[in-house]
């Protein structure tokens, strides 16, 4: 049988536009379909805008910091409006840079939804239908929004970038990244910033010490961190949002965001009428190869909730590419990925926590804590941490933690020698290099705790 193309792409993200991309490179005829904008969440309203407000926010204190060190400059106020005019004009770019990607590849584009009609049929959202021999989802995700009474009046992660103009004080309500890295986000840029998490403490999943430490530094910078609390119920007051909470707090805010976790997007494409198998959140179900119950169609991204991150998507995309067009069976790789979270202190990891360790086999922990020279010089408290994991059988690092300044540039170098199986005794046998604050990483001598 003739199909209209070899692969059919439904999702213009980092993931599908890489799989496109390479496959049709392979000598693929490739189509792709996306509804909104090209670059999807990373690079519209995830990863890319979030990092340039991490930016933007970051500079209120380098201002106190440069006095400090003998610089008479003053602290001006923020624009918003130059900054956010900036911002889009950036992702309008990198939006074009994801078009043209496919344009100079050869892959057709659609921009309009699509759906599957039959396992080797899409269907647009003007009717047209096309065929191929592969299909690939590569929807992503999306907020979720909570079921309270007012919960229409907040907004997302998806809106905050569209803000007409900065809030005097905001409410966030997650525990999440993405709700601890907009919050100090916001404080950064001199907004009155509250957190609401129901958990006993924010970032649940993270190395508890690594997580008390950002949950203690956010409050020292002025975020008020509130645990075992959550909304009850909000209503408009004025222009304002009157907000009750479970522990009986009744505030106003001018704007509330729900960071409160992320869904795939698989409604209404026709996946369960083909036998597709979704999970519990909705995410599709595939086998180590992206592969889902029908053998021509595959999913790959946040759409899988298998581990939701940019690069994640690309590997599968890549996987994908490999195994399909390529004839060389290749399963994404998800053990060990580093990561970072672009709170305020940064912090990067990989591999386990101090408590999974030690539920795994006997560990033994190095850590250090300590104020790193240039904000100790500026007559800041803040501290970072550097810690270890180590199994005690084979010696290998199980885990590295970095709570600290470019916490997540250190974890990217500190994530290749963790990949590899590097020991204790490697990292040890590396010479430190002075000053720097990840130096602390191969000169910790004595373990702190084992068990």
Same mark, same amino acid.
């Given at each position: 049988?003739?199909?209209?193309?070899?692969?059919?792409?439904?999702?213009?993200?980092?993931?599908?536009?890489?799989?496109?991309?390479?496959?049709?490179?392979?000598?693929?005829?490739?189509?792709?379909?996306?509804?909104?904008?090209?670059?999807?969440?990373?690079?519209?309203?995830?990863?890319?805008?979030?990092?340039?407000?991490?930016?933007?926010?970051?500079?209120?204190?380098?201002?106190?910091?440069?006095?400090?060190?003998?610089?008479?400059?003053?602290?001006?106020? =923020?624009?918003?409006?130059?900054?956010?005019?900036?911002?889009?004009?950036?992702?309008?770019?990198?939006?074009?840079?994801?078009?043209?990607?496919?344009?100079?590849?050869?892959?057709?584009?659609?921009?309009?939804?699509?759906?599957?009609?039959?396992?080797?049929?899409?269907?647009?959202?003007?009717?047209?239908?096309?065929?191929?021999?592969?299909?690939?989802?590569?929807?992503?995700?999306?907020?979720?929004?909570?079921?309270?009474?007012?919960?229409?009046?907040?907004?997302?992660?998806?809106?905050?970038?569209?803000?007409?103009?900065?809030?005097?004080?905001?409410?966030?309500?997650?525990?999440?990244?993405?709700?601890?890295?907009?919050?100090?986000?916001?404080?950064?840029?001199?907004?009155?910033?509250?957190?609401?998490?129901?958990?006993?403490?924010?970032?649940?999943?993270?190395?508890?010490?690594?997580?008390?430490?950002?949950?203690?530094?956010?409050?020292?910078?002025?975020?008020?961190?509130?645990?075992?609390?959550?909304?009850?119920?909000?209503?408009?007051?004025?222009?304002?949002?009157?907000?009750?909470?479970?522990?009986?707090?009744?505030?106003? =805010?001018?704007?509330?965001?729900?960071?409160?976790?992320?869904?795939?997007?698989?409604?209404?494409?026709?996946?369960?009428?083909?036998?597709?198998?979704?999970?519990?959140?909705?995410?599709?179900?595939?086998?180590?190869?992206?592969?889902?119950?029908?053998?021509?169609?595959?999913?790959?991204?946040?759409?899988?909730?298998?581990?939701?991150?940019?690069?994640?998507?690309?590997?599968?995309?890549?996987? =994908?590419?490999?195994?399909?067009?390529?004839?060389?069976?290749?399963?994404?790789?998800?053990?060990?990925?580093?990561?970072?979270?672009?709170?305020?202190?940064?912090?990067?990891?990989?591999?386990?926590?101090?408590?999974?360790?030690?539920?795994?086999?006997?560990?033994?922990?190095?850590?250090?804590?300590?104020?790193?020279?240039?904000?100790?010089?500026?007559?800041?408290?803040?501290?970072?941490?550097?810690?270890?994991?180590?199994?005690?059988?084979?010696?290998?690092?199980?885990?590295?933690?970095?709570?600290?300044?470019?916490?997540?540039?250190?974890?990217?170098?500190?994530?290749?020698?963790?990949?590899?199986?590097?020991?204790?005794?490697?990292?040890?046998?590396?010479?430190?290099?002075?000053?720097?604050?990840?130096?602390?990483?191969?000169?910790?001598?004595?373990?702190?705790?084992?068990?």
């Amino acid at each position: 049988m003739s199909f209209d193309y070899d692969l059919f792409v439904i999702g213009g993200g980092s993931g599908g536009v890489r799989a496109a991309r390479v496959a049709a490179a392979e000598g693929a005829k490739v189509a792709l379909a996306e509804e909104d904008r090209y670059g999807g969440t990373c690079v519209i309203r995830g990863c890319v805008p979030k990092k340039l407000m991490v930016f933007a926010s970051e500079y209120s204190g380098m201002v106190e910091d440069a006095q400090s060190y003998g610089w008479d400059i003053q602290p001006g106020a =923020f624009n918003w409006d130059a900054f956010k005019g900036k911002l889009h004009a950036e992702l309008d770019r990198l939006e074009g840079i994801y078009r043209n990607i496919l344009k100079n590849n050869g892959v057709e584009s659609f921009d309009q939804r699509a759906k599957l009609a039959d396992a080797h049929t899409v269907e647009l959202a003007d009717g047209t239908k096309k065929t191929a021999k592969h299909i690939l989802i590569a929807t992503g995700g999306r907020p979720v929004w909570p079921d309270l009474p007012g919960a229409e009046l907040g907004i997302s992660s998806n809106e905050i970038f569209h803000l007409e103009k900065l809030p005097e004080s905001i409410l966030i309500v997650g525990g999440g990244y993405i709700a601890s890295e907009f919050a100090g986000i916001m404080n950064g840029l001199g907004v009155k910033t509250t957190q609401y998490y129901r958990g006993a403490q924010i970032l649940r999943g993270f190395d508890d010490e690594a997580r008390g430490l950002v949950s203690e530094e956010m409050c020292q910078r002025g975020v008020d961190v509130k645990l075992g609390t959550n909304v009850l119920e909000m209503r408009k007051e004025g222009d304002k949002i009157w907000v009750k909470a479970t522990n009986g707090d009744e505030q106003l =805010f001018d704007k509330v965001m729900f960071a409160t976790g992320r869904s795939p997007n698989s409604d209404n494409l026709g996946l369960e009428a083909l036998g597709i198998e979704l999970g519990r959140k909705g995410e599709i179900l595939v086998d180590d190869y992206s592969q889902t119950k029908v053998p021509s169609v595959y999913a790959i991204g946040d759409v899988t909730d298998r581990v939701n991150l940019t690069p994640v998507a690309i590997r599968e995309g890549m996987a =994908f590419v490999e195994t399909v067009f390529k004839g060389n069976p290749t399963k994404p790789d998800h053990e060990l990925i580093p990561t970072a979270i672009f709170t305020q202190p940064e912090m990067g990891t990989i591999g386990l926590s101090e408590e999974d360790a030690r539920e795994q086999e006997p560990i033994e922990v190095y850590a250090t804590s300590f104020k790193p020279m240039q904000q100790a010089f500026a007559g800041r408290s803040e501290r970072v941490l550097m810690k270890l994991i180590v199994s005690q059988a084979t010696r290998k690092v199980l885990g590295c933690h970095i709570v600290a300044p470019g916490a997540g540039e250190m974890i990217q170098l500190a994530g290749i020698a963790v990949k590899m199986g590097a020991t204790k005794e490697d990292f040890d046998r590396t010479v430190a290099v002075h000053p720097t604050m990840s130096e602390e990483l191969v000169t910790m001598k004595a373990p702190v705790r084992t068990g």
